[in-house]
């Protein structure tokens, strides 16, 4: 599992195919943004003109890709791409898509004898730079297995969540509880300032309380409280607003078709929509803050 092909090189994908080469894995690399492909031939990957020369001979494909219509385009629709891959490769797609394209790829691969996962990531593009990285896989576990050496190369956890599909949906749930995470934490903490307290006392507080949680302790949304932190950069850096929505999306498709109850999701839907729309959605998506500022 030595040759890997990487397709996506964006605010994500470059730093995990640099962890890969980094490892000391022979990787080749696709993008259509010239630049990004530069920047990981100078850190020693070598380059492909299309995505279909770049799987030729790989031992493991991993794709970085927006959304599900371009993840069906590659894996299903790009038949030279599929005459491309050899019979021994596991294709490893760790997009954030919806379930129905995860699953409509694993068959479409089965089909033809080719292995496949889903394996969508948390940890943001610092967790991308410093190969820390959690993975959260669906599909069959032996290919798991196969995969786990490069996983590890870009991340420090890796989760088996069931089926393909499952890895998806288990993405997406956390992200349901995340965004209602920030969006609670950010109403708290203005709260706090509105009433005339220090936001980083009341953080240090609520961190010894019943409302500590992930985002107050590691990620929190008031300027000043914790460095290195997107909202003390102006909210610069990080998971966008608009990647927030996108999730959130695919999560309320998600819950339809299961016939789910998730009123406190549709309600941070609804946060997050409002706050992109007020211009904020390439920013970072502790940015909410700003939302429950006083006027």
């Not at 009433?195 to 302790?217: A, C, F, H, Y």
């Amino acid at each position: 599992m030595n040759k890997v092909a990487f397709i996506g090189l964006g605010n994500m994908g470059g730093p995990m195919a640099a962890n890969l080469v980094s490892a000391g894995f022979d990787v080749c690399v696709f993008d259509l943004m010239e630049d990004a492909v530069n920047q990981l031939v100078n850190q020693g990957a070598r380059s492909a003109a299309t995505a279909a020369t770049a799987v030729e001979g790989a031992d493991i494909v991993i794709s970085m890709l927006p959304a599900g219509k371009h993840v069906r385009g590659l894996y299903i629709e790009n038949t030279e791409l599929l005459a491309s891959l050899t019979e021994k490769a596991l294709v490893v797609d760790c997009s954030t898509i919806d379930v129905e394209s995860a699953r409509a790829v694993a068959e479409n691969l089965a089909s033809q004898g080719k292995r496949f996962i889903d394996a969508p990531v948390s940890g943001g593009v610092a967790g991308a730079k410093a190969g820390t990285l959690t993975f959260i896989v669906g599909g069959d576990a032996d290919d798991l297995a196969r995969a786990q050496p490069a996983l590890s190369a870009m991340g420090k956890n890796v989760f088996h969540a069931g089926a393909h599909g499952a890895g998806q949906i288990a993405k997406i749930c956390n992200n349901i509880l995340l965004s209602v995470l920030m969006a609670g934490t950010s109403e708290a903490l203005q709260m706090a300032i509105d009433n005339g307290l220090d936001p980083k006392v009341m953080s240090d507080i609520m961190l010894q309380s019943s409302g500590r949680n992930w985002t107050l302790e590691v990620y929190n949304p008031c300027p000043g409280v914790l460095p290195d932190v997107p909202s003390s950069n102006e909210y610069k850096g990080g998971f966008m607003v608009d990647l927030m929505n996108k999730d959130l999306m695919l999560a309320m498709q998600c819950a339809a078709q299961s016939q789910s109850s998730v009123p406190m999701g549709n309600q941070a839907q609804a946060l997050y929509k409002q706050h992109s729309e007020n211009g904020s959605g390439q920013l970072d998506f502790s940015s909410i803050f700003n939302l429950f500022a006083s006027k």
